[in-house]
Antibody, heavy 112, light 104 residues
Framework: EVQVVESGGALVHPGGSLRLSCAAS????????MSWVRQAPGKGLEWVAN????????YYVDSVKGRFTISRDTAKNSLYLQMNSLRVEDTAVYYC?????WGQGTLVTVSS | DIQMTQSPSTLSASVGDRVTITCRAS??????LAWYQQKPGKAPKVLIY???ILESGVPSRFSGSGSGTEFTLTISSLQPDDFATYYC??????FGGGTKVEIK
């Protein structure tokens, strides 16, 4: 069964850092575009970042450019999102996605 | 960047109504479009992928059409379980703003 499972969400202070992980199973993640999506409380879905199969093409939504880094580890069949300089407005449930296959999400709360 | 514009943002309808939601891309995306349904407190659920393919287990009253820049999600006969928010998404990229389907 194709599945992705996110982890790493936590409560963090403004300006802090956090790394989210996404473990893929049932498929080889390095063979697919992968992305991160988020949803702030009471808001719509927002695409955050994506990465192509070999990591040579990476794109971010403007609001996270320079602060977030998407990466993948082929050996671990995993995807990551390094989040630095976190802001209150980054508070959201973060989802890992392989095309239309999503995980259940991990909650990131940025608050003092 | 390719932007996705979804309309309407809110839709009031009755059980049994035919409902249509439109999604427009700022440039052609071929058929690389998915439609999701989301209910409060739940993760989004995919309904349609590659613009018109019904995901396994999704009722046949849902259908998708379109290609290029204009896409449509149709619910042929709205059921009580269908009151939710719907989103379109270019694969691995931007979403439309969402359409909340409310009870009239």
């Amino acid at each position: 069964e194709v599945q992705v499972v996110e982890s790493g969400g936590a409560l963090v202070h403004p300006g802090g850092s956090l790394r989210l992980s996404c473990a893929a199973s049932g498929f080889t993640s390095s063979s697919y575009y992968m992305s991160w999506v988020r949803q702030a409380p009471g808001k719509g879905l927002e695409w955050v970042a994506n990465i192509n199969q070999d990591g040579s093409e990476i794109y971010y939504v403007d609001s996270v450019k320079g602060r977030f880094t998407i990466s993948r580890d082929t050996a671990k069949n995993s995807l990551y999102l390094q989040m630095n300089s976190l802001r209150v407005e980054d508070t959201a449930v973060y989802y890992c996605a392989k095309d239309i296959t999503w995980g259940q999400g991990t909650l990131v709360t940025v608050s003092s | 960047d390719i932007q996705m514009t979804q309309s309407p943002s809110t839709l009031s309808a009755s059980v049994g109504d035919r409902v249509t939601i439109t999604c427009r891309a700022s440039q052609s995306i071929g058929s690389w479009l998915a439609w999701y349904q989301q209910k409060p407190g739940k993760a989004p659920k995919v309904l349609i992928y590659k613009a018109s393919i019904l995901e396994s287990g999704v009722p046949s009253r849902f259908s998708g059409s379109g290609s290029g820049t204009e896409f449509t999600l149709t619910i042929s006969s709205l059921q009580p379980d269908d009151f939710a928010t719907y989103y379109c998404q270019q694969y691995n990229s931007y979403f439309g703003g969402g359409t909340k389907v409310e009870i009239k």
